[in-house]
């Protein structure tokens, strides 16, 4: 998952908390709350 976040990061768009939640929503079926999403974000130095 980790992957596929930091390729989304890497496009040329926004990629808001809320936004990255949907998206491994839809990708791995899994629900992430925005605040886990953004809580990984700044593990990985993003945020």
């Known amino acids: 998952m980790a992957a596929f976040v930091e390729e989304r990061l890497a496009e040329d768009r926004v990629w808001t908390a809320p936004r990255l939640s949907a998206a491994l929503a839809e990708r791995f079926g899994v629900?992430?709350?925005?605040?886990?999403?953004?809580?990984?974000?700044?593990a990985m130095g993003y945020v």
């Open 31 to 42: 629900r992430l709350a925005p605040k886990v999403v953004a809580r990984h974000l700044r």
